[in-house]
Structure formats: structure tokens, C-alpha cells
């Protein structure tokens, strides 16, 4: 092979490489892929603790995330932070909603990862799957 024809070769492989690359990681996210840190899932907890536990246990988190499978994660934080607490909604902040939300994704068995959950930044990329 002569050398030109040996650069548009290399070139045509790097091309598909980097092709491949990034369709590779224009991926879907779901709940299942780490989308959440250890951190803010043990922030949760305390959260939940307080606020949440009285009328909610795991069992209907497992059934909530059921019954919104297959849709964007934002959803449901948006949904949780419109009507929760029931006898104050929106009242807590915006990073508790957020925590409380990794907290319940990891009781569900999800694994936490190495990136914060952000509702301003992915969450709407990132689809629920049933537990």
C-alpha cells in the first residue's frame, strides 16, 4: 500500500472509531446505571427519616417506580417536589428532593455512582426502570 492510500485508511479507521465512540455513549441512562452518589443517597436517608417515613415505606417507592417505568427521572422528582410533604409540598429544599430521591433509588437496589443527581443537569436524560 502506498502511503496516501495508507493515511485515508488510518483516517477512515480513526473516523469509525470516533463514530462508534460517540454513539456508544449517546447511550440512554436509566436508573441502573449509577446516576446517583453514596453521598446524597445517606443525605436522603436523614431526609426521608424526617419527612417522608410517616406515610411512605419502601414498598410503595417499589411500586411507585413500577408504575413510572420507562419515563424520565425528572418526572417523578418534579411530581415528588409539587405534592411533597402532603400537608406542605415544595417546602423542603431543592437538594433535599434530590437526596431523597437517590435514597429511595438505592433502597430499591440501584447503584450509586461517581456523579451527583442533578435535576439541572441530565436527570430528564435518565429513564426509570422497575426495580
Not at 68 to 87: F, K
Not at 109 to 119: C, N, R
Request: negative net charge; glycine residues 6%; charged residues 15%.
Amino acid at each position: 500500500m502506498n502511503k496516501p492510500v495508507k493515511q485515508v485508511v488510518g483516517l477512515i479507521v480513526v473516523t469509525a472509531a470516533l463514530l462508534i465512540g460517540s454513539v456508544a455513549s449517546a447511550q440512554p441512562k436509566t436508573v441502573k446505571d449509577g446516576v446517583f452518589t453514596a453521598e446524597q443517597a445517606l443525605a436522603g436517608e436523614m431526609v426521608y427519616e424526617s419527612n417522608c417515613k410517616t406515610c411512605h415505606d419502601m414498598k410503595f417507592y417499589k411500586n411507585t417506580l413500577r408504575s413510572w417505568n420507562s419515563q424520565p427521572l425528572v418526572y417523578l422528582w418534579e411530581t415528588i417536589m409539587g405534592t411533597m410533604p402532603a400537608d406542605n409540598p415544595g417546602s423542603m429544599m431543592l437538594k433535599e428532593y434530590t437526596n431523597v430521591l437517590a435514597y429511595i433509588l438505592s433502597e430499591n437496589g440501584f447503584p450509586s455512582g461517581d456523579v451527583a443527581l442533578d435535576p439541572d443537569h441530565g436527570m430528564d436524560a435518565i429513564s426509570i426502570v422497575s426495580p
